[in-house]
């Protein structure tokens, strides 16, 4: 009795130590400076305001906003949770923390109203503010971010739900904007409901090119399964956890059978553009792919186990029908290099093998100063029509450790 | 003090350490420890709201720490006064002053608690203030544990001396509590001095800390202490 007593206090002391937050330091290195020149790179001219709102009716979905804010208002947010959702689909642990510096909860800037949308959509499991990063950046430029808390246990066995579940919720938090702003509510006026993006990491990627009308393909997908090599491709992950389960995502659908081609169109013509980071893609195989004709910007790691970039970012690139499009390798990027930088994280992160600190060619840091400038590029060309934006895309400037392949964009 | 007393009081002694070595985790694994987010006064806050069940519960095992540290303070000081009446008042006292700081500390938690809850004047504070002043005193409650760690890691110098000292007891017992007392000073005067090798050290204190007080709770429940030569060294006239 006594052993196991002492057993179980001394596991216990080693869990707290293991689970205690500690300082992320030295993590980062090199590039930065280089890439800190990049004009979208730096945070732009808006003050940012954030907050956190629940969409009304059944099912209820957390998101946060980021937006265009007046200076000097409200109290100032340093870090935001990197959250996991490893116990609950409602709840996360959060693993580490990740720098902010949004003003919670400040008063909106009316000014240069309305600014287009922007829906983000994270990665499987993922909690929504883990891409603060992102997010604050692009209101700075005046947009308005929506990112999501789509409710989901971070369970391979229950991904097949969450095909069905992210389109329907980006949808559904579309809806719950569009009645906010036609009412007598604070985003009357603020929101150009006619202007509208979807970015997404991971499974969000998926979430993104779904929303632009990107239709799953399971024979098509099957095809590229039965070509990866089961024994190193990351890919198998994803065919494993999709096509045993196509007749519950048919069912769940509310389709009456598996449609034997293209399925459904889970989309909204109203989508401008997207933007995937890492973003999953095989699953649509390159016909459902080639139903997405708005413009796209693909970014990726080029030793992303998780999302490959062949399978991922490459694919879509191949096959979209877009007549704008962009892919982005990050050459030695991980998958994770899309999710904030730590500020803490808990001991056993850093001590146990993972995915979150896998970046060392490509410094995190330094890669986010481009993805932040080349998304910003991107969406302000796209969402406002920018003329200086859009000369950055058409020109053939190349960076170290970034390779671009751009279609429709040359100037004319 | 009888025979029979001596080794009883040795061995409520090791169920008292295996007490604290139980309950001292729970407000890390599950009360406050659990609900801090670094950096982050709105999650933190939230989550201090909507746990305040388990973060009581974890003050209520902080309770039972301090208040076990009171009366290992006593039992220690009467099983190693035969050893040195002086040095194990100073010991007894260190940790009584461990005890005391412990106690003290818990009002950072239970000040947290109060202003997430809106209580009394805290009313007249916004939102993010509120959010704020919660995430500071949670992490004013590391510096207490630091403040606390000085006279612990002092009591444990002297009773690590007076366990080598004391025949009744192996001394390798008494090595191990010596070297357990540097851990937690070192990390204190580490943190005030060079606070960049705290992870480190927290690291160092847990490597050096914890087996010499395990193992020394191990001896005390299975072996007690060695009662003739307890007794000899009671009979001592020369102890000062």
């Known amino acids: 009795m006594v052993v196991i007593v002492v057993i179980i206090a001394v596991a216990a002391r080693l869990v707290v130590w293991a689970i205690s937050f500690v300082p992320v330091r030295g993590d980062s290195v090199s590039a930065v400076k280089e890439l800190s020149s990049l004009q979208y790179g730096v945070s732009g001219p808006f003050s940012v305001g954030a907050k956190d709102l629940k969409t009304k009716g059944l099912g209820p979905i957390e998101v946060t906003l980021w937006y265009p804010a ?8 340093n870090a935001y949770p990197f ?10 642990v959060n693993i580490a923390t990740v720098a902010g510096s949004a003003t919670w909860n400040a008063e909106y800037e009316r000014a240069a109203a309305p600014y287009p949308l922007v829906f983000l959509s994270p990665g499987f499991g993922m909690g929504r503010k ?5 997010a604050e950046h692009l209101a700075s430029y005046g947009f308005i971010v929506i990112a999501l808390e789509h409710k989901e246990l971070l369970d391979p066995s229950e991904l097949w739900k969450s095909l069905v579940d992210r389109p329907r919720d980006i949808m559904d938090v579309f809806s719950f904007v569009e009645r906010q702003a036609s009412e007598d509510s604070a985003l009357q006026g603020l929101v150009d409901l006619n202007t509208l993006a979807v970015i997404g990491h991971s499974f969000g990627g998926y979430a993104a090119l779904a929303a632009a009308g990107s239709r799953l393909d399971f024979a098509g997908f ?9 024994e190193d491709d990351s890919l198998t992950f994803l065919c494993e956890a999709l096509l045993p389960n196509v007749t519950k995502i048919a069912d769940y659908a509310g389709l009456d059978s598996v449609p034997a081609g293209l399925w459904p169109d889970w989309g909204d013509m109203r989508v401008d553009a997207i933007v995937s980071f890492a973003g999953d893609a095989a699953m649509f195989g390159a016909d459902g792919l080639a139903a997405v004709t708005a413009p796209v910007l693909a970014i990726g790691g080029t030793e992303d186990l998780d999302s490959p970039y062949q399978w991922g970012t490459g694919l879509t690139h191949e096959n979209v029908s877009s007549s704008r499009k962009i892919a982005i390798a990050l050459t030695g990027a991980s998958h994770m290099i899309f999710a904030g930088s730590f500020d803490f994280t808990r001991r056993m992160i850093k001590l146990v093998p993972n995915g979150f600190f896998q970046d060392k060619e490509l410094d995190k840091e330094a890669a986010q100063v481009a993805v932040r400038h080349i998304t910003t590029t991107f969406l302000l060309t796209e969402l406002k029509e920018d003329a200086e934006a859009r000369g950055i895309l058409a020109s053939d400037k190349s960076y170290e450790n970034i390779s671009i392949e751009s279609i429709g964009y040359q100037l004319p | 003090m009888k025979q029979t007393s001596v080794k009883r009081l040795a061995r409520i002694a090791g169920a008292l350490y295996l007490i604290i070595f139980v309950a001292a985790p729970f407000p890390f694994l599950i009360g406050r420890g659990a609900v801090v987010v670094p950096g982050d006064t709105i999650t933190t806050a939230q989550n201090l709201l909507s746990n305040q069940v388990v973060v009581r519960i974890g003050m209520v095992a902080e309770t039972i720490v301090f208040l076990v540290e009171v009366l290992l303070a006593a039992i220690f000081y009467a099983l190693l006064r035969p050893v040195s009446r002086h040095l194990s008042l100073a010991s007894a006292f260190a940790r009584l002053g461990e005890s005391a700081v412990q ?17 009394g004047s805290v009313g ?4 993010a203030q509120h959010e704020a002043l ?91 202490v060695n009662v003739d030569r307890w007794k000899e060294r009671a009979a001592d006239p020369a102890i000062v």
């Open chain 1, 70 to 77: 007046k200076a000097g208002n409200g109290a100032t947010r």
């Open chain 1, 83 to 92: 959250g996991i959702k490893m116990l609950s689909p409602t709840h996360n």
């Open chain 1, 130 to 134: 883990v891409y603060g990063w992102i």
């Open chain 1, 222 to 230: 099957e095809r590229i399964c039965q070509r990866i090599d089961e």
């Open chain 2, 103 to 119: 106690a003290v500390n818990l009002l950072t938690t239970m000040l947290a608690l109060m202003i997430v809850g809106g209580a």
């Open chain 2, 124 to 127: 007249a504070l916004s939102l």
């Open chain 2, 134 to 224: 919660a995430l500071l005193f949670l992490d004013a409650n590391g510096f207490g544990i630091l403040i606390w760690g000085f006279f612990f890691g002092l009591h444990l110098l002297l009773l690590g001396y007076l366990v080598f000292r004391s025949t009744f007891w192996p001394k390798v017992l008494g090595i191990l509590l010596i070297v357990a007392g540097f851990g937690y000073l070192a990390q204190g005067y580490f943190h005030i001095l060079a606070p960049r090798f705290d992870q480190v050290l927290s690291t160092v204190v847990l490597v050096l800390a914890v087996p010499g007080e395990l193992v020394f709770t191990v001896w005390l429940l299975w072996k007690g």
